[in-house]
């Protein structure tokens, strides 16, 4: 997907450089740089139209390090953005997990309201944006049918209070409105608070908002479920999901901690293949020992491996994409020269005239890197990426350079996962002292 018939905004042009050359994914532009994984992303849009339509989705996004999971997760959140839905998004990470005791569920969670988006906010931190245009759309309802305002919130609500947690969720919303009813700034700031899981105690929620629940580390997916609904009563079409860094659950060393979170995993998905979820979907990103690794992957846990086994008839030429797992292809050579292409292009600011370098260049720097690296340069292509982006930095700031001169200086090296190592569980969940092997012959 080549952008080169227009300029390029100097924000996108910017942002997109300055996050590859620090081999991160940009939040903004997406659209300039992105080849290759067309079928991929046609069946991830599939799965957006099926939750604006009132269904479910799950996928494993699974690739090696630096394949471009996290690009892909980033551009199907942008769509799912522009198609009229909610995104949240987090990496998983220590003090980051699905099931916990010592507060880590919680804090994913509030991670993951922190980084809420909406089209118009699409950076995140619209948590406020999502409660006002619910506030709005019920108090323009109540004076269309001359009624009450908190009426017409409560019976928007109503389904809610029947999901766990439904009933604390409807009193922390009606506590916005009052909020906003009466100009008491902080009891708004309060209910924002809450829903964004900054609460901690019971103590705290019942003093400020009359409600002794608060969102705990036992109560984040139930919370999740409610959102989806919620932002679906304020007006937009669903709630999309996306998890990173899957691979920091396989990182857990205590197999009682790792198999409470993969039974997190199970419990999602098998709501969303089985749909008694609505306007909701989940992305996960992870690598293939996440996956597959029979002793601490997913497939350590057989409930698991059943519902993600791949389909035995796939292979690297006849793919099956309707599954929940979606496995990166590598980018052909034919594919990294267009990306190359591309990113010279938003160097250049759209403007053909501005190119730093000529075609010969891009061919001279994939040999560099196949030189250097091999076959991985176009199997995990950030490097690659940020090798070329730096590439041409240099040679925008120092003109009198040649890029002839320049390439042979360019060292790049194979992309390595540190997270692959185990880490200490600090969860304070007891292990069973069964090990590792007793995820291999668990069934739910």
Request: net charge negative.
């Amino acid at each position: 997907m080549s952008s080169r018939s227009s300029r390029i905004r100097s924000r996108d042009r910017d942002a997109i450089l300055q996050s590859l050359k620090a081999g991160v994914v940009p939040r903004r532009g997406l659209q300039h740089i992105q080849v290759g994984r067309s079928e991929e992303v046609k069946a991830l849009m599939r799965d957006v139209d099926r939750i604006k339509d009132g269904g479910s989705a799950v996928r494993f996004i699974i690739g090696e390090y630096g394949s471009g999971k996290t690009f892909l997760l980033q551009l199907v959140r942008s769509a799912a953005l522009e198609k009229g839905l909610v995104t949240m998004h987090a990496d998983l990470a220590p003090d980051r997990r699905l099931h916990s005791s010592q507060g880590q569920a919680r804090t994913l969670y509030a991670e993951l309201a922190r980084n809420l988006a909406t089209r118009s906010k699409p950076e995140g931190g619209a948590m406020k944006s999502v409660i006002e245009r619910f506030v709005g759309s019920a108090r323009q309802q109540a004076n269309q049918q001359d009624a009450d305002t908190q009426e017409i919130i409560d019976d928007r609500l109503d389904n809610l209070t029947e999901m766990v947690g439904g009933f604390a969720f409807a009193q922390v919303v009606s506590a916005y409105w009052e909020g906003y009813r009466d100009g008491d700034e902080q009891k708004k700031a309060n209910a924002i608070r809450w829903l964004r899981g900054e609460y901690t105690t019971k103590t705290d929620a019942r003093k400020d908002l009359g409600t002794r629940q608060y969102i705990d580390d036992d109560s984040v997916y139930d919370y999740l479920k409610l959102f989806a609904l919620f932002v679906k009563q304020a007006g937009y079409d669903g709630l999309v999901v996306a998890m990173d860094e899957m691979v920091n659950l396989y990182q857990i060393t205590h197999g009682t901690a790792r198999k409470n979170n993969y039974e997190q995993v199970l419990r999602i998905v098998n709501d969303c293949l089985q749909g008694t979820v609505e306007h909701l979907g989940f992305l996960f990103g992870g690598t293939p020992e996440f996956l597959t690794d029979s002793r601490r992957g997913l497939y350590s846990y057989e409930a698991l491996r059943s519902r993600l086994q791949e389909n035995t008839f796939a292979d690297e030429e006849y793919r099956d994409l309707t599954g929940p797992v979606i496995r990166l292809a590598s980018l052909s050579p034919e594919e990294l020269y267009v990306l190359l292409q591309n990113l010279r292009h938003v160097h250049a600011g759209g403007d053909e005239e501005e190119y730093l370098v000529p075609d010969d260049a891009l061919e001279a720097f994939m040999e560099h890197c196949a030189d250097q690296i091999g076959e991985q340069y176009f199997k995990t292509p950030r490097q690659t990426v940020k090798k070329f982006v730096q590439f041409l930095s240099i040679l925008d700031q120092n003109p009198e350079l040649d890029w002839r001169e320049v390439i042979g200086d360019v060292d790049v090296e194979p992309e390595k996962d540190e997270q692959l190592e185990p880490v200490e569980d600090d969860s304070g969940e007891q292990d069973s002292g069964e090990g590792d092997e007793e995820l291999t012959s668990f069934e739910l």
